[in-house]
């Protein structure tokens, strides 16, 4: 028996019945949605896109002429709008979000042509850069292919979560060169970023973006059909024991870290026996996968003890008081604005990267020269543990070990306690 391929109300061929299990794994694999139908001896595929209802415009407030070029902007959009729907989306390319219902992701663009400038300059705002770290990553990583800066900006909570603000500085060119030289790139680019954001967690969800009918061919029901010289059943033995093997891979991969402390206890005679610690805390990727953006959270009991105190930054000095390099500026800022106010209250602080972090397996990300200090003696012990979480992952890995000072009264000869 054979199965009709429907994806959305269109066929786009047949599968043997026998076949359905193969033909099942190897698309989930690649996204899709595999939904049997038995009654109507048919099997409906959904891909990611065409779910989704996706707006494009140019930023409402930009820059007024010279700078703002709002022709070049719309040929860019159009670009996107003609790449996405090839993929299967739904692409409104309109000014405002207003106009479309229930939209799943808006794009605000603006490109600027700025004298003496050599190079382009992406700068990307969002809702929040977990929620868009996909998003972020694919075009970080396409701009460094095509020599172009990339800036992260802080996230706006006042910003709708499903909208993107994205501005290029471009150099100055002509109309007629600027799309081989730069429209197309950004385009390319950009599109990246938002198939990024919509791919599943499927190993080869890249592949929902084909057209199902180039995938077809492996699953022909036609018994006698060959192709490059191999039967069908041979491919679908071929298929079933490549998934086989993939699977047994899968089962193999692991997502896990190791996190500890290093630490110096230093006791000033000078200053009344003060007591500081200096540490570090490591976090070792012991599994296969590679680990993103460790969000990390120093808790500390009892906390009006203590001062916590690192190379940690404040939201608004993130991006010109962090290391910088070609890829922006680099180090740890606190996630909570108001940090001081949630150690005395909760003994926490809350720590996340500048820019995204990869661990690769095998490797270590370390938060370095964290100071303690032990402030009231009258309290005999502290501790310190941490705890780091991967977002993404839903991981979380307490570290292995505290740090525990204790400060003890020495007691005179008349029976009184002294520091």
Sequence with gaps: MDLR??????EKGKVKYEALPAFQYFFREMG??????TLNQSVQLTSPLPKKKIVISSEENGLPHPFRKPHLERNVLK??????EESGAEVFLTRQKGGVEAADFHLKFTLLEVPNIREPLLELTSYSKYQDQKLVEAIQSECKKMNMK?????????????????QILSPVISND?????????????????????????????????????????????????EVSG????????????????????????????EVFFDY????????????QVLSHLHIKNIGTEILQNPVICIRATPSKNVKVTGQILPHNFAQTKGVSNQDGAKGWLYMNEKWIDEFEEKGEI?????????????????????QISLLDYDHKTIRVEAFVFFINDELEFRSNNKISVSSLKKVSSNGEKEN
């Design 264 to 275: 110096n206890l230093i006791i000033d005679e000078a200053e009344n026996q003060k007591i």
């Design 350 to 370: 809350w720590i996340c990267p500048i820019q995204s972090i990869d661990i690769p397996p095998r490797q270590t990300e370390s938060l370095s020269n964290l």
């Design 5 to 10: 391929i429907e994806v959305g109300e269109k």
């Design 230 to 257: 191999k039967s069908v059943q041979e491919m679908e033995r071929k298929a079933i024991k490549e998934n086989s093997n993939l699977n047994k891979t899968n089962v193999t991969k692991t997502k896990e870290a």
């Design 32 to 37: 899709f949605d595999v939904t049997l139908d």
């Design 177 to 225: 060169e600027f799309w081989n030289s730069y429209g197309e790139k950004y385009a390319l680019s950009i599109t990246s970023g938002i198939f990024a954001k919509f791919l599943g967690k499927s190993p080869l969800s890249f592949f929902s973006f084909v057209p199902v009918e180039n995938l077809l061919y492996i699953f022909s029901s036609a018994a006698d059909t």
């Design 79 to 84: 670009q996107i709008q003609r790449f996405l």
């Design 150 to 166: 990339f800036k992260l900006n802080d996230p706006i909570r006042s910003y709708d979560s499903s909208t993107l603000k994205l």
